[in-house]
């Protein structure tokens, strides 16, 4: 993300929340607080499980055939800054992403953020059961039909000079 997304996303954000009744000043301290207290992994694991429901469809018939999903946040991790150059032979070069490299081609040093996403597609069916077993006439099943896990980059995050994430971490002055 270069400078004018970074700063349109921002503008974003503090128009939504002066559409909430927050002032601009309020806005950032809200959400630095945010960051600060909870952590990015902490905000994360707060979505909890989404589940996205089907639309009503009445050209579709019977039972079962709508389709469920659920998205799931995992760890999220954050990763040293790092550079595409594209000038290898099968095109995918990456090279370490030094403080001066930022300074002097006017770029942002930031490193890519992702977060581990468990995604699952479903089906409901409402399924008779042994009422003296289980103390319920009837109850829902999920039978999955698609699962997957991976890593989902989810945007750039600003590095900041000698801290963790930074190459420059523990290098001595000269």
């Known amino acids: 993300m ?9 503008a974003r954000l503090l128009s939504l929340a002066l559409d909430f009744g927050f002032d601009e000043e309020s806005a950032k301290k809200c959400l630095n607080r945010l960051v ?21 469809d009445p050209s579709r018939r019977g039972e079962g055939d709508w389709r ?31 403080p001066r490299h930022a300074r002097l081609q006017n770029m942002m040093y930031s490193s890519r953020m992702k977060v581990q996403v468990h995604f699952q597609v479903y089906i409901q069916k409402l ?7 289980t103390g319920k006439d009837k109850y829902v099943e999920k039978n999955v039909i698609y699962e997957d896990n991976r890593d989902i980059l989810i945007g750039r995050i600003p590095v900041m000079v000698r801290s963790e994430l930074c190459w420059m971490n523990g290098v001595e002055k000269r």
């Open 68 to 98: 469920y999903a659920s998205v799931k946040f995992g760890k999220v991790t954050l990763e040293r800054p790092r550079v595409w150059t594209g000038e290898s032979s099968d095109g995918k070069e990456v090279l370490n992403f030094l």
């Open 127 to 133: 399924v008779r059961s042994d009422k003296f077993k």
């Open 36 to 56: 600060n207290l909870y952590g990015i992994q902490r905000v994360f694991y707060s979505f909890g499980e989404i589940t996205v429901e089907p639309g009503y």
């Open 2 to 10: 270069d400078g004018d997304d970074l700063e349109m996303e921002k």
